[in-house]
């Protein structure tokens, strides 16, 4: 199994900037998909970016891309979210996730195993 704990989230201002990062440990094999996604008071937890095993290709939801960056150091185990140009909107928890079963970007937030305790991003006006 895999074990994730994410860091980084904070308070900033509207056109700010801040970087998560997800630690991963409990598996030394990394090549599997990961992700981040956001769960904001009384919505749906949503995906935000995704990214294949090895960080070479990458989803984004449409209303972060240009802003925000997936990427991924198999070496230390660590997923990042770099987020440029942030706006209230992007208020909220922010979890990694990791899908064991594939090697793919993954959407479907059914086909994730495990789940980090999540990190407050709060963007304000």
């Known amino acids: 199994q895999v074990q994730l704990v994410e860091s980084g989230?904070?308070?900033v201002?509207?056109?700010?900037?801040?970087r998560l990062s997800?630690?991963?440990?409990?598996?030394?094999?990394?090549?599997y998909s990961m992700g981040w996604f956001r769960q904001a008071p009384g919505k749906e937890r949503e995906l935000v970016a995704a990214v294949n095993w090895s960080g070479g290709n990458a989803y984004y939801k449409y209303s972060v891309k240009g802003r925000f960056?997936?990427?991924?150091?198999?070496?230390?185990n660590t997923l990042y979210l770099q987020m440029d140009?942030?706006?209230p909107e992007d208020t909220a928890?922010?979890?990694c996730a990791a899908?064991?079963?594939s090697l793919l970007v993954v959407t479907a937030k059914a086909a994730y195993d495990f789940w980090g305790?999540?990190?407050q991003v709060t963007v304000s006006s």
């Not at 997800?22 to 090549?31: D, E, I, L, P, Y």
């Open 99 to 101: 899908d064991v079963h």
């Open 93 to 95: 928890v922010y979890y």
């Open 22 to 31: 997800c630690a991963a440990s409990g598996r030394t094999f990394t090549r």
């Open 13 to 18: 201002q509207a056109g700010g900037s801040l």
């Open 117 to 119: 305790q999540g990190t």
């Open 85 to 87: 140009s942030l706006k």
């Open 69 to 76: 960056t997936i990427s991924r150091d198999n070496a230390k």
């Open 9 to 11: 989230g904070g308070l």
